[in-house]
């Protein structure tokens, strides 16, 4: 397939750009307690939140967006290391004290929790009444999978004799994955009770198959062998053949279609490294018939029917189209495909017509069929360098290995 390399250095000038502003805006912002990241803005207005905006405040920290950045954070300093030395050392600073501090949480209850107060106290947060958190031996949940990531990948650059303890941490949580102790929703007590309870989602295992690109990137392939199998699983439990597309829930016409997205991704990201074959086709596939079926004008809607492929949400959150131009760019390396190549522009003029700010470095969180809507999809912190950040630096080294 002959590649557009004109678009292709466009693309790599505009996502490098994108990144190094956002990094920088970032670093520039006064942390929170105890070091924490302070990405907390309205993505509308671009005016900070207060102690007056209830939990957008920044008196609560989200140990999930804590995680999440601290994986960039240590990603992007090992980008930086040999491009822009001094600038790498910028993140790595901020990357240390915020290791030291989730590290800190992390062994004290053993888990990172979803919501903490202004004590550090883990907190939920459901219907406005806010509650302490439970905190049932041997259930993990999504913020420990982002906390786990985060801490081991900058424990082998801070701390490289703890990073055994995030590692365990990390394969107690695709134990808990592989027997029903994981728990999704962390607005609600955390228990068995609620475990049984909620539906069989994929998104679990999905969120933990990320953990083997973090591994390959960090030279650690050999512990990378659970990917395959979760990747075996959501293919034999959840794969629709009428559609060939993945459902969520099983026999369920509601589809979080971005979910789908992101798995193509991260199994993608593993064969790359792995060069594993033996599903790629079907992934491409579900690709390409996930991205025709879920984009729109808006961009890809927070929830669409599988059957008709109309969205069931009026939302369209951001950080699905940056995991589909990753997904596509990585799925372009493998397959040529020229399909999936023009999806990838696609999804790309989509993004930074609808989405990004370039005057503010971030994208807005939510947009509705009239624009930017106030609706947070997880945290009301704004990316810190995670679903946006690393996905357009993958994208970003998937091109300039094609162009060099």
């Known amino acids: 397939m002959i590649m557009d390399n004109n678009w292709l250095e466009k693309a790599v000038s505009r996502y490098e750009t994108c990144n190094y502003k956002t990094l920088n805006w970032i670093l520039s912002r006064s942390p929170l307690i105890e070091g924490f990241l302070n990405t907390k803005v309205n993505s509308i207005t ?3 939140y207060t102690n007056n905006s209830g939990t957008r405040g920044p008196k609560f920290i989200y140990g999930w967006i804590q995680g999440r950045g601290l994986e960039a954070l240590v990603t992007f300093a090992e980008y930086y290391k040999d491009k822009n030395y001094f600038f790498s050392k910028k993140i790595l600073k901020r990357a240390e004290t915020l290791y030291y501090s989730l590290k800190k949480l992390y062994f004290r209850d053993e888990h990172i929790f979803f919501l903490y107060d202004q004590d550090l106290k883990a907190i939920r947060n459901s219907n406005k009444v806010i509650n302490f958190q439970t905190n049932e031996k041997g259930i993990f949940t999504y913020s420990d999978a982002f906390a786990a990531k985060g ?3 900058a424990s082998r650059v801070f701390e490289p004799s703890n990073s055994k303890f995030f590692k365990q941490y990390i394969f107690d949580i695709i134990n808990a994955v592989e027997n029903n102790f994981f728990q999704m929703d962390e607005t609600v007590a955390i228990s068995l009770k609620t475990i049984k309870k909620q539906p069989n989602d994929f998104a679990p295992r999905m969120i933990l198959l990320g953990v083997a690109g973090m591994f390959h990137i960090n030279s650690c392939s050999n512990l990378t062998s659970f990917a395959n199998k979760f990747i075996e699983d959501i293919l034999d439990n959840f794969y629709c053949k009428d559609k060939q597309i993945l459902l969520n829930i099983p026999n369920h016409l509601i589809c979080n279609i971005g979910h789908a997205i992101e798995f193509c991704g991260f199994a993608l990201e593993h064969y790359m490294m792995t060069n594993n074959k033996k ?8 690709l390409i018939n996930s991205l025709k079926l879920g984009l729109k004008k808006q961009g890809i809607p927070l929830f669409i029917s599988s059957e008709t492929g109309k969205a069931t949400s009026p939302y369209f959150p951001w950080w699905n ?8 760019a990585i799925g372009t390396h493998l397959g040529m495909n020229t399909e999936i190549f023009q999806l990838w522009k696609k999804i790309d003029k989509t993004f930074f017509s609808n989405f990004w700010q370039a005057n503010k470095f971030y994208a807005y969180q939510t947009i509705n069929i009239d624009g930017p809507v106030d ?3 997880a945290t009301p912190d704004l990316d810190p360098g995670y679903h946006t950040g690393i996905s357009l630096l993958k994208a970003t080294q998937v091109i300039k290995n094609y162009l060099t």
């Open 46 to 48: 671009g005016i900070s």
């Open 151 to 153: 801490l081991f990948a």
């Open 279 to 286: 599903n790629l086709e079907k992934i491409e596939t579900i």
């Open 321 to 328: 189209l940056p995991e589909s131009i990753r997904a596509c």
């Open 375 to 377: 609706y947070v999809p």
